[in-house]
């Protein structure tokens, strides 16, 4: 697509309920990367992915928090039995380039806002 | 975990005068990048530095680094009011990942 497309855009769910924010990145790019933003705050490094490589999760901030990318394409974030402290923007970008070969550019989704009861 | 610090963390001028924000960061990088981002949504690009670059200019923007002193600095000449939104320093490593400050939310009044 033109860009990198975030679904839903706004997401409200009860505290213990499980919820899925999909990401549509550019497409033929390698990189896509997921933060999180809490309200006035930055941005919060979640998971990177990288072409084929394992996906580096060191961001994640608990084991009910996971996420895939299908065919090196559309990725999916998890967030199992939600807490209120899981309210925030879930953000996506893509990249064109994996690995060392320079810099990459980073192009943002709109966002997922989720609001947790 | 967030790699850079920018400081200030608020700055308000009027139109028309200079902005300057400044990012520390903690860790060697390959590049560094500042983005823009209004109403607390997605994100945009601005410019893009590498660690063996010293300074770098487009348009109205000026970018300066010092790996020596883990810093860069974003100036923004001739500020409009339409330049008020949230300013976010992001660093590169070379396996690509990218972290980002906390940002510095910057307001021009007309």
């Known amino acids: 697509g033109a860009g990198v497309s975030q679904s839903p855009s706004n997401k409200v769910t009860e505290k213990g309920k499980d919820v899925e924010l999909r990401c549509d990145p550019i497409?033929?790019?390698?990189?896509l990367y997921w933060y999180r933003q809490s309200l006035g705050q930055g941005l919060e490094f979640l998971i990177y992915?990288?072409?084929?490589?394992?996906?580096?999760k060191s961001g994640l901030p608990s084991d009910r928090f996971s996420a895939e990318r299908t065919g090196g394409s559309v990725s999916t974030l998890t967030i199992q039995r939600t807490q209120q402290e899981d309210s925030a923007v879930y953000l996506c970008?893509?990249?064109?380039?994996?690995?060392?070969?320079?810099?990459?550019?980073?192009?943002f989704g709109a966002g997922s806002r989720l609001t947790v009861l | 975990s967030q790699q850079g610090e920018e400081d200030p963390q608020a700055l308000s001028i009027q139109e028309g005068e200079n902005a300057t924000m400044n990012c520390s960061y903690k860790?060697?990088?390959?590049?560094l990048q500042w983005y823009r981002q209004n109403s607390g949504r997605g994100l945009v690009h601005l410019i893009l530095?590498?660690?063996?670059?010293r300074e770098k200019h487009s348009g109205r923007l000026r970018v300066t680094l010092d790996t020596s002193k883990k810093s860069s600095s974003l100036l923004i000449t001739a500020s409009r009011a339409a330049d008020t939104a949230s300013y976010f320093c992001?660093?590169?490593?070379?396996?690509?990942?990218?972290?980002f400050g906390a940002g510095t939310r910057l307001t021009v009044k007309p």
């Open positions: 970008a893509s990249s064109p380039r994996g690995g060392y070969s320079g810099a990459n550019v980073l192009t």
């Open positions: 497409s033929g790019h390698t990189a």
């Open positions: 992915f990288q072409g084929n490589s394992a996906p580096d």
């Open positions: 860790t060697s990088i390959n590049n």
């Open positions: 530095i590498r660690s063996n670059e």
């Open positions: 992001a660093t590169g490593t070379n396996n690509n990942d990218m972290r």
